[in-house]
C-alpha cells in the first residue's frame, strides 16, 4: 500500500484548508495518520487517490445504507440535473419527500427541509422554545446534534450544573441554557425536572446514541424521558439524523415504540446529498414561518437534486423493507465475530450494536454512557486501525463512532472483516 498521491494533496491541502480537512475527523489525526484522498467508491468498496481498495465501514458517516453510488438510488438522477439545479421557488418532488417522511413517522404531520443535520437540531429547538415560551434546553453527554453554538456543550460535572462550551468561540452566555445530563441517567434527568422543569422548553437526544461510539438507550430511560416531559409541558426531540430509515424505515421512534413531539432528520434522508429536516406534530410545525412566527429559511433548502436523490433512497427503502432484516443479520455476524475475536484473545472488550450501528470498545464493558466510553483504550485502538487500514478496511478513524454497515456489504466482506479483526487485535495487543 502507498500513499504517495494521498500525501501529496495533503501536503497542498494543508495550506488552503485548516488542517487540509473540511470536517474534523477526516484528518485521521486522532490516530496519528494523514489522511487518504478518495477518488471513488462502489458498493462496499472506496478507493484512494494511490488506487488502494478498502471495504467501508465510515460510508460517508451515515447516509449510504444502500452503498456507494448505487445505481437504483442513482436512476434518472442526469435528467433531474439537467432539469435545473436550483430554482428558489418551490417543486412537486420537495413535497414528495415530505409526504414519504410523514407516512413513515406517525409523530411528525409536518415537515420543513434545510440543509444540514445541524439546521435542523438548530431550528428544532428554536421552534420547541418559541412553542413552549420557554428557554431552557436538556441535552446529554456524549450525544452530537452538530454544531450549532447553544448545542456544542458536553457536561464537565454532571446533572444540575449548567453547560460549558466545549469550544471556544462559543460565549457563556449563549450555553448558560443548555442543561446537561449523563445518558441512560434518569434519576438525573428527574431531578433536574423537579428544580427547574416549568423552564425546560425541550428536551433533545439521540435515541441511540452514535457519536460517543455506539450506545443503546435503556428502555426504561427513553420511557421515563416521555413520561417526564409530557409531564412538564416540555418538548421531546428525537434527533434521528443517523437512526432515522437506518434502525427501520420509522427510525428509532418505531424500533423502541416511543413516539417524541418533534424529529430531525439528515444522512439518509439526503441520499448522499446535503440535506437536513425537522418535523413534528401540526400544532408544533405551525410555529414555522410563514404560517407562524418563527423564523426559518434557506436558499438551497428542498433543493431539487437533492430531494431527487432523497426521494429514491427512501422509495427503494420503502418498498423493500426486508433490507432492515438482512442487515440486522449480517451486523449480529460481525458482531458475534468480533466478540469472539476479542475473547479468544483474551483482551478486554465489548461490542455494542443496535441494528446496523456496530461498535467495539477497548476496555472493560459494559459501556453504557460518556464516562464508560472515556474509560476506553485509545493508543492500542490507534494500531488497530493502522493494520486494518494496510489489510484494505476502513473504520472510523477513532472508536467513538459506529461502523455503518450498508446492503452493499456482502458476506465475504463481513468474513474478510472479521478475520482483519483478529490479526489486527492481536498485533495491536502484542498477543
Ligand atoms: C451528523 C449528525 C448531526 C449533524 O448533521 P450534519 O449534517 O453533519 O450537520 C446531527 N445529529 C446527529 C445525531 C448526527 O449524527
Given amino acids: 500500500m502507498n500513499n504517495i498521491k494521498s500525501e501529496k494533496i495533503y501536503s497542498e491541502a494543508v495550506k488552503y484548508i485548516p488542517g487540509g480537512v473540511n470536517s474534523p475527523v477526516r484528518a485521521f489525526k486522532s490516530v496519528g495518520l494523514n489522511p487518504i484522498f478518495i477518488d471513488k467508491a462502489h458498493g462496499s468498496k472506496i478507493y484512494d487517490v494511490d488506487g488502494n481498495e478498502y471495504i467501508d465501514y465510515i460510508c460517508s458517516w451515515g447516509p449510504l445504507i444502500l452503498g456507494h453510488s448505487n445505481e437504483d438510488v442513482l436512476k434518472g438522477v442526469e435528467d433531474a440535473l439537467r432539469k435545473g439545479t436550483s430554482y428558489g421557488v418551490p417543486t412537486q418532488i420537495e413535497v414528495e419527500v415530505a409526504k414519504l417522511i410523514v407516512q413513515a413517522y406517525p409523530s411528525v404531520e409536518m415537515v420543513?427541509?434545510?440543509?444540514?443535520?445541524?439546521?435542523?437540531?438548530m431550528s428544532a429547538l428554536r421552534v420547541a422554545r418559541a412553542y413552549t415560551k420557554r428557554s431552557k434546553i436538556l441535552k446529554f453527554?456524549?450525544?452530537?446534534?452538530?454544531?450549532?453554538?447553544?448545542?456544542?456543550?458536553?457536561?464537565?460535572?454532571?446533572?444540575?450544573?449548567?453547560?460549558?462550551?466545549?469550544?471556544?468561540?462559543?460565549?457563556e452566555d449563549v450555553v448558560k441554557d443548555t442543561l446537561v445530563c449523563p445518558y441512560n441517567d434518569l434519576k438525573s434527568v428527574e431531578d433536574i425536572f423537579k428544580k427547574q422543569g416549568s423552564d425546560i422548553a425541550a428536551v433533545i437526544l439521540e435515541p441511540v446514541a452514535a457519536n460517543m461510539g455506539v450506545v443503546a438507550p435503556k428502555k426504561e430511560f427513553l420511557e421515563g424521558l416521555r413520561r417526564i416531559t409530557k409531564e412538564y409541558g416540555s418538548i421531546l426531540i428525537f434527533d434521528e439524523v443517523i437512526t432515522g430509515f437506518r434502525l427501520a424505515f420509522g427510525g428509532a421512534q418505531e424500533y423502541y415504540n416511543i413516539e417524541p413531539d418533534m424529529t430531525c432528520f439528515g444522512k439518509i434522508i439526503g441520499g448522499g446529498l446535503p440535506v437536513g429536516a425537522y418535523g413534528g406534530k401540526r400544532e408544533i410545525m405551525n410555529m414555522v414561518s410563514p404560517i407562524g412566527p418563527v423564523y426559518q429559511a434557506g436558499t438551497l433548502s428542498g433543493n431539487p437534486l437533492a430531494m431527487y436523490m432523497g426521494h429514491r433512497m427512501l422509495t427503494i427503502l420503502k418498498n423493500n423493507r426486508e433490507i432492515y432484516n438482512d442487515l440486522e443479520i449480517k451486523a449480529e455476524k460481525l458482531e458475534k465475530g468480533i466478540m469472539d475475536n476479542l475473547s479468544k484473545l483474551g483482551i478486554a472488550g465489548t461490542v455494542n450494536r443496535v441494528g446496523s450501528l456496530v461498535c467495539m470498545f477497548l476496555g472493560e464493558g459494559p459501556v453504557d454512557n460518556y464516562d464508560d466510553v472515556k474509560r476506553c483504550d485509545v493508543e492500542n485502538f490507534n494500531i488497530y486501525f493502522k493494520e486494518l487500514l494496510q489489510r484494505g478496511i476502513l473504520v472510523a478513524p477513532t472508536q467513538f463512532e459506529a461502523m455503518f454497515l450498508s446492503t452493499a456489504h456482502t458476506d465475504d466482506d463481513i468474513e474478510y472483516t472479521i478475520k482483519s479483526n483478529y490479526e489486527a487485535l492481536k498485533i495491536a495487543f502484542n498477543k
Fill in 112 to 121: 420543513r427541509m434545510v440543509n444540514s443535520g445541524t439546521e435542523a437540531t
Fill in 141 to 171: 453527554e456524549g450525544c452530537y446534534h452538530g454544531h450549532s453554538d447553544s448545542l456544542l456543550v458536553k457536561s464537565g460535572s454532571g446533572a444540575l450544573t449548567y453547560g460549558v462550551p466545549t469550544s471556544p468561540g462559543v460565549p
